[in-house]
């Protein structure tokens, strides 16, 4: 495993990074061997939270993490923006609740799909999200 993929930040500001991102988690999991199963979760969390930076937080960027603890091994996702940020993040994790035009199912839809989740947002402060799966 090379030393620079142990952590790495790309951009997140058109739907070309969104691919870019899905493509580096994709190799990351695969990198930590994670089964088909838990690389989809990831890929799909992933998805999910670079589409949001880039639709509501005006862009920001991906920072990755490969995690060793001797006995466990994973992958951290941090999801960074320096947007409008979130009033009611407790709303804002309720499924089916969208400021506007989606479906509100990313940010409770993520948080299912992974392991550690937290999301630190409020008005002119910009959102970060981590998630984390171990193997
Ligand atoms: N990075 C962000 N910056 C500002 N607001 C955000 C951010 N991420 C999420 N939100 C707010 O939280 C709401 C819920 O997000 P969520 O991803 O669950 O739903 P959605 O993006 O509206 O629809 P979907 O993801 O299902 O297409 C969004 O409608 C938006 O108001
Ligand atoms: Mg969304």
């Avoid at 695969?30 to 949001?52: C, G, H, P, Y």
Wanted: aromatic residues 4%.
């Amino acid at each position: 495993m090379a030393v620079e993929d142990n952590t790495g930040t790309l951009p997140l500001r058109t739907e070309e990074d969104i691919v870019a991102s899905r493509q580096k988690v994709r190799a990351l999991t695969q990198l930590l061997k994670f089964s088909l199963v838990d690389q989809t979760k990831m890929i799909t969390a992933a998805s999910e939270l670079s589409r949001n930076t880039v639709v509501h937080g005006g862009g920001g960027q991906m920072r990755w993490e490969l995690l060793d603890e001797g006995l466990r091994r994973g992958l951290r996702l941090h999801f960074e923006d320096e947007g409008p940020g979130i009033a009611d993040t407790k709303l804002a994790l309720t499924d089916g609740w969208t400021s506007g035009g989606g479906m509100g199912l990313g940010l409770p839809g993520s948080k299912r799909l992974v392991q550690e989740f937290e999301l630190q947002s409020a008005p002119g402060q910009g959102t970060r999200v981590s998630i984390t799966r171990w193997k």
